[in-house]
């Protein structure tokens, strides 16, 4: 049995991109056994994949994650190890890890020092000496030739002769929370638009803005929308709290009731387990580039409409899925958009 470990404790939207790959993994040996490293946030979704035999989640200190770790480093030996979070932590956690093939992505920029230009790569030298296979990731967002991510991951897998059978997102909902939605929920209607607003809408200027909301008014006579929210301060808020209803997850004490008299109803502090199932129920989902919202709907078959400003486009363009039901529409004309 060959025995995998794979660091990946950054956000959630970036564990779904990366879920590929466990698909790939678990097709090309016929018996493997995946450690996955995760972080306390991303664990909430990772549980569910049934690719992964066992969980070890970090904290992303140094010092408690190696007294955490030190039985692995020790005991065990493994095949083959992923670091491809980026993570600093994770580059010298997996130094320490003994195992056959190391794999991971370096990642570069050019930067001007004066009359110069050199490129400073991370990990440094002698970090990188320790990985056997790895890729480059540039992060100057205008090369298109090595900045997707998704497609990275494949070229890793690609280097170890690896098949490649599957590229799309896997996402596995979470079955207690299903029989949350059912017994909360059960009142929504069949058929809804999901927008989704976390704090990247507090960068709108005052145009943006009111065009977003223009737009939500708009939707709303013809469509039943949902809107969800992100943690954090959303200063869209108190002109939402205007026009909907904005339900606190936390706070609610019954089923919640649909009013189709305004076509739309607002939920803050939604379990991202919970959040999913809104997501697999939707029309369409709508967002401004919410890694969750993004990845997970592709897995899920979900059409995805990506609000962004124009200066945007080139650094969403290395998340987007390889297979998805994929739009974009620049908030600047917005008020054009028809869905």
Same mark, same amino acid.
């Given at each position: ?8 404790? =950054?956000?959630v939207?970036d564990?779904?991109?990366f ?5 790939i993994l678990k $097709?090309n040996?016929?018996?493997?056994h995946?450690?996955?490293?995760c972080?306390?946030?991303? #664990? ?5 994949y049934?690719?992964?035999?066992n969980?070890?989640?970090?904290k ?11 039985k ?5 030996y ?7 979070d &980026?993570?600093?932590?994770s ?6 890890i +003994?195992?056959k ?5 370096f990642f570069?920029?050019y930067v001007?020092?004066?009359i110069?230009?050199y490129k400073?790569?991370?990990?440094? #030298? ?11 990731c540039?992060?100057?967002? @205008? ?17 170890? $002769? ?5 590229k +799309?997102? !896997?996402f ?9 939605f059912?017994?909360?929920f059960?009142?929504?209607?069949? @058929? ?7 704090d990247k ?15 939500i008014?708009?939707v709303?006579?013809?469509?039943n929308?949902?809107i969800?929210? &992100? ?17 606190d997850?936390n $706070?609610? !004490? ?11 109803? &607002?939920?803050?502090?939604l379990?991202?387990?919970l ?12 967002s401004?580039?919410?890694g ?9 078959d979900?059409c995805?409409?990506?609000?962004l400003? +124009?200066? +945007? @486009?080139?650094?969403? $363009? ?7 039901n994929?739009?974009r529409?620049?908030? =600047? ?7």
């Amino acid at each position: 049995m060959k025995k995998i470990i794979i660091f990946k404790t =950054d956000r959630v939207g970036d564990f779904v991109n990366f879920s590929p790959c466990l698909k790939i993994l678990k $097709d090309n040996f016929n018996e493997c056994h995946i450690t996955l490293v995760c972080s306390k946030y991303n #664990y909430q979704i990772a549980k569910n994949y049934k690719e992964i035999d066992n969980f070890i989640i970090i904290k992303k200190s140094l010092f408690v994650d190696f007294f955490k770790l030190r039985k692995i480093f020790k005991l065990e030996y493994f095949d083959y190890l992923f670091q491809v979070d &980026g993570n600093k932590n994770s580059y010298i956690l997996s130094s320490a890890i +003994k195992s056959k093939i190391k794999s991971s992505i370096f990642f570069y920029k050019y930067v001007n020092f004066l009359i110069f230009k050199y490129k400073r790569i991370r990990p440094n #030298y002698f970090l990188r000496k320790l990985f056997d296979n790895f890729e480059f990731c540039d992060e100057d967002y @205008n090369n298109k030739l090595n900045t997707h991510y998704q497609k990275i991951y494949f070229k890793l897998m690609e280097n170890l $002769d690896f098949n490649i059978l599957h590229k +799309k997102n !896997i996402f596995y909902l979470d079955e207690n929370s299903g029989k949350q939605f059912n017994s909360i929920f059960f009142d929504l209607p069949k @058929n809804f638009l999901l927008m989704h607003i976390d704090d990247k809408s507090n960068r709108l200027n005052y145009k943006q803005r009111t065009m977003m909301l223009d737009f939500i008014n708009k939707v709303k006579k013809t469509k039943n929308v949902i809107i969800t929210f &992100g943690l954090g301060n959303i200063e869209l808020n108190k002109e939402l709290e205007k026009i909907l209803n904005i339900i606190d997850y936390n $706070d609610r !004490i019954s089923p919640i009731k649909w009013d189709y008299s305004k076509n739309i109803l &607002g939920f803050r502090n939604l379990p991202l387990n919970l959040l999913a199932y809104f997501i697999a129920k939707s029309e369409a989902n709508i967002s401004m580039h919410s890694g969750s919202i993004v990845h997970i709907s592709a897995a899920l078959d979900k059409c995805i409409i990506d609000l962004l400003e +124009k200066h +945007k @486009n080139d650094e969403v $363009d290395r998340w987007i899925p390889v297979i998805s039901n994929y739009r974009r529409v620049e908030l =600047d004309k917005l008020n054009e958009f028809e869905i």
